[in-house]
């Protein structure tokens, strides 16, 4: 099988892959397809979200304090409401993807109101 690739595309532009939510990791993924007879996609998951939260006014931002270990996914339906902003938790927090953050972990995440706006900026 070859693994040249093409021009790297956002999943949403690729025909025959269903949309997913804005919140989706695989948003801000560039997805690539093989150059040959069986053409798979795939993603390219080293990718990195860096977001600098020392320079964060804050005005965007607020604290929340960890009174149990959650997964991540827990611990983004709680706070935003659904379970897939676990990757912009771990980015903000420069958190490993695998722990569960412990007990009296204070995190750092975008206000609610400015969630959509940051997901732009990171996509651009």
Known sequence: MS???NKPSLPQSVPNIPP????YYENILNMYQTENEDAYNYFNISNRVQV???NIDE???EYFYID????LTTL????FGTQHLWW??????KLNPIDIPAAGTVIVVPKQQFVT????AIKR
Do not use: C, Q
């Open 3 to 5: 693994f040249i690739t």
């Open 20 to 23: 997913v939510g804005a919140a």
């Open 52 to 54: 600098d939260t020392n």
């Open 59 to 61: 005005n965007f931002i």
């Open 68 to 71: 149990a270990p959650l997964p």
């Open 76 to 79: 983004s339906y709680r706070i």
């Open 88 to 93: 912009l938790i771990v980015a903000m927090n």
């Open 117 to 120: 706006e940051v997901l732009n």
